[in-house]
C-alpha cells in the first residue's frame, strides 16, 4: 500500500513541488504511474528507460517528469551519469582492450565448439580477445565423429587443435569420444553442463535456477516449459545471449575451460 494519496496535489509538475530526480541505475525497481507496469530498469538512453517484469516481459517508457513511482512515492528517472573511466578499458572478457584493433591474420591452430549457441558466447565474451591472437572459432555440429575431424584437421606443432566440450563428464559419451584423441597438438576440454545454456548464470536471467529435465524430454523445450516461457529454443536463446554481457555472467566451469583452450592454441610451438 502507498502512503498518502500519490495522485494528491500537483505531482505531475516538478516546477510546483519537490519531485526527486533518480538516476535510472540497472535494477532499480520503479512504477509507470500511468499503467502500473512495475519491472526493474534494464536499459536507459537519454530519451526512454526499459523496465523488465518478473515474467521478463519488456516494456520502453519515456523519461517524462514524475512518470514513475519508486516506493510508492513519484519520481522523476534521469539517465545515469556516464562513471569515469578508471584505468585501462577491458574488454567483455576482462582483459584489457586493445585500442584501434585490427584483427590479424589467421592462425593456423583453431578452436572448436560443438554449436552454433557455443560459438555466439564464446564470441560475445571472447571474441576480442580471439581477433587480437588470430584464432578462428568453428562449431561442429556435435562431437560424434570427433577422431575424424581431428584426423582431417591434421595437428602438428604451430598447427594446435583446442575442442570445447558440452556435458564432459566422468563416463558419459562425450568423455569416451574425447579419450580417444591422443595428439599432443590437441587439447579437448569441456564443461559439465548438458547444454551452454546452463553455463550462463541463473541470476542474469532472474531465475531461480536452471530446471532439472526429465529423461527423455528434449532438454531446451524442457527447459522453456519449465520455466513457463512461451517461444522456440532460437527465441529463448537470443533471450538468453541477450542477457549476458560480461564474463562475471558465466559460470567459472566455462570460464577456465575457454581460456585454456586459448592459450593453447596460442603457444609458441
Known sequence: MYEGDVLAGNWRRPGKGKIPKVPAELDLVVEDADSGFCGAVVACDKEAVTLEDRFGKRRLFPLAPAAF????????????AAAPAAGP????????????????????????????????????????????????????????????IVAEF????????????????PGSKESRIAAEITSPDVLVVGHPYIDI????????????????????VPWKEGVIAALGWRM????????????????????????????ELIDFVTEAP
Open 197 to 216: 545454456w546452463q553455463a550462463v548464470k541463473p541470476s542474469v536471467l532472474r531465475i531461480p535456477a536452471w530446471p532439472d529435465v526429465p529423461r527423455g
Open 69 to 80: 513511482l519508486l516506493e510508492g512515492r513519484p519520481v522523476t528517472l534521469v539517465r545515469p
Open 89 to 148: 578499458r577491458r574488454s567483455a572478457s576482462g582483459s584489457i582492450a586493445v585500442e584501434g584493433l585490427r584483427a590479424r591474420v589467421a592462425r593456423q591452430s583453431r578452436i572448436y565448439v560443438e554449436g552454433v549457441h557455443d560459438a555466439a558466447l564464446v564470441e560475445k565474451i571472447w571474441g576480442h580477445d580471439l581477433r587480437v591472437e588470430g584464432v578462428v572459432v568453428e562449431y561442429l555440429e556435435g562431437v560424434d565423429d570427433l577422431p575424424a
Open 154 to 169: 591434421g595437428p602438428e606443432p604451430g598447427r594446435r587443435l583446442g575442442v570445447l566440450v558440452d556435458h564432459l563428464v
Open 232 to 259: 522456440e529454443p532460437a527465441q529463448a536463446w537470443r533471450r538468453i545471449l541477450g542477457a549476458v554481457s560480461t564474463y562475471t555472467d558465466l559460470e567459472p566451469e566455462l570460464l577456465g575451460r575457454v581460456e
